[in-house]
């Protein structure tokens, strides 16, 4: 009987361990059975990586390529306002599946980045850079941004490729996530960068308030900005020629949306043609370009309609030109 009694015991404790000494780890329990903890395995696979403040884990799902060489390219699929990162995986395993290329040899990080800790648009779209009322700006190392450095960082040590750049895709608010970490992070070791139909943008303009553009008028003052850096870095802009439905009153979250225009499309040519005007005002070097595409069906159950050009194929062949089975017309 009082062995029974020692083995209840020591099974509470642990339970409490658990559940009640580290409350944070939950996150961790709720993806044991579909993420492994910061294992990659080649092949489609998921594993949780846990941020360096040490608070909170952050599900990866990957592609890890059969045969790793040290020129293999690295990938990262920032998903929309849905935070689905299975579905963006997906989406880009379907671009090689039957693409034998050597281009084909590239590892996919599709990062999740949960509601409880990236809060609404300030936590993701924003990058996290402030607190949810825009008063405080929070430490670098607590920036979304900043996580897409940590992890590629990690998945370098772990593969060991020798890749020293990557590959940054958005689509909606992955692409607010994406232009804006270019803008913001303009050091970050990315070697291109696809942002395809944001619903809303940042022009790197010092006259504009945040997050319209870079003036901080209350609380903390931005980090500086180096445009000129930033201009150097080759962006492509995605728009649906399609995408032209106004938009619903709860995608206007600040005051410049609207001034930007009603729909996508409008807003996605607006922005690029004022921040294409700033460069060439600044006599700037300016690598981002514009391009428009026609979409063959209208993604379901979004409003308005959200147009749906094959983006990931049309992103792929920005990132990789050759690649083939790719058809985007």
Excluded at 143 to 149: G, L, P, Q, Y
Excluded at 252 to 268: E, T
Excluded at 272 to 292: G, M
């Amino acid at each position: 009987m009082k062995k029974w009694l020692v083995f209840i015991t020591i099974a509470f404790l642990c339970f409490c361990s658990i559940y009640i000494v580290n409350p944070s780890d939950s996150a961790l329990i709720n993806y044991e059975k579909s993420c492994n903890f910061q294992v990659m395995r080649k092949g489609e696979g998921c594993f949780i990586y846990k941020v360096k403040s040490g608070k909170f884990y952050i599900p990866i799902y990957y592609y890890l390529p059969d045969n790793l060489q040290e020129n293999t390219k690295v990938l990262f699929a920032m998903h929309g306002e849905k935070r689905n990162a299975q579905d963006y995986r997906t989406d880009w395993r379907k671009i090689y599946q039957y693409n034998s290329d050597h281009q084909s040899n590239f590892i996919l990080l599709a990062p999740q980045f949960e509601q409880k800790w990236f809060t609404k648009a300030v936590g993701y779209n924003l990058g996290n850079m402030f607190t949810e009322d825009l008063k405080i700006l929070n430490p670098r190392n607590q920036w979304a941004f900043t996580e897409i450095e940590n992890i590629f960082t990690f998945v370098k040590i772990t593969t060991k490729v020798k890749a020293n750049k990557y590959y940054l895709y958005g689509h909606s608010a992955g692409a607010q996530f994406v232009h804006r970490m270019v803008i913001f992070m303009p050091y970050a070791h990315i070697q291109k960068a696809v942002a395809a139909e944001a619903g809303s943008y940042t022009i790197p303009d010092e006259n504009r308030e945040y997050p319209c553009g870079l003036k901080k008028l209350t609380g903390e003052p931005l980090s500086s900005v180096d445009l000129k850096k930033t201009f150097t870095i080759p962006m492509t802009i995605i728009l649906g020629t399609k995408d032209n439905k106004v938009l619903p009153p709860e995608h206007d979250s600040y005051a410049c949306d609207i001034q930007q225009g009603s729909n996508r499309l409008a807003r996605g040519e607006y922005f690029y043609t004022h921040v294409k005007s700033i460069a060439h005002n600044r006599k700037e070097n300016f690598n981002w370009t514009l391009k428009e595409v026609t979409a063959t069906h209208i993604v379901a159950n979004t409003n308005p309609p959200i147009e749906d050009p094959m983006l990931v194929s049309y992103a792929a062949l920005e990132f990789f030109p050759k690649l083939t089975f790719i058809n985007c017309k």
